[in-house]
């Protein structure tokens, strides 16, 4: 019978390999706990989320973070990291909407129309200024499909990829969204 600080050591040795055998599973695929494809797809999903592209890689380094507390406190690591990975990066971006007011993102953009790199007219302006309104006013899902699919440039099938969604879907989210957007545009007679 083993008593008092023999059998501590023997469950701490026992809880210390199951939590190590844990942080080997992650540790298995080199010193990242996230890998290439899982990194993008977290850039992805917060950048989605509205999440400023300098504070990208912040928000990766907090995803990787909770991973690797996640282990250390010897709950078991996820079976699908990628997947699981994604979600915490959506809560992620959601906690950075809360941090925001909706009005400090318009008067940012407000200060950059009123200093555009190129001088552009009144009509320009107030086109992308109807533009950032009604990007905001999309739910969430709509506004992430029209900036990776307008402003990052992503084709239809590598949006579907990345959000692990059909690419029917993509495309009914496009059109629902510029449709939206055109009807905002129309209603504050920028076009």
Do not use: C, Y
Request: no cysteine; hydrophobic share 40%; charged share 30%.
């Amino acid at each position: 019978m083993l008593r008092g600080k023999a059998r501590r050591d023997q469950r701490s040795s026992v809880a210390g390999t199951d939590r190590a055998d844990r942080v080997d599973r992650i540790d298995s695929v080199g010193d990242d706990p996230l890998d290439t494809a899982q990194e993008r797809r977290v850039r992805a999903v917060l950048a989605l989320g509205g999440v400023p592209q300098s504070d990208l890689p912040d928000g990766v380094q907090q995803v990787r973070l909770r991973l690797l507390e996640r282990t250390a406190s010897g709950r078991e690591a996820p079976r699908d990291v990628s997947a699981w990975a994604a979600v915490v990066a959506s809560n992620l971006a959601m906690d950075w909407h809360r941090a925001k007011r909706r009005q400090e993102r318009l008067g940012e953009r407000l200060a950059a129309l009123r200093e555009p790199a190129h001088p552009s007219g009144e009509e320009t302006s107030l086109l992308s200024l109807a533009v950032a309104r009604g990007l905001d006013e999309l739910p969430a899902a709509q506004r992430q499909v029209v900036v990776l699919r307008f402003f990052a440039d992503l084709p239809v099938r590598g949006i579907a990829e990345e959000l692990g969604i059909p690419e029917g879907t993509v495309k009914s989210r496009l059109h629902t969204a510029v449709r939206a957007l055109r009807d905002r545009l129309h209603e504050d007679e920028v076009v």
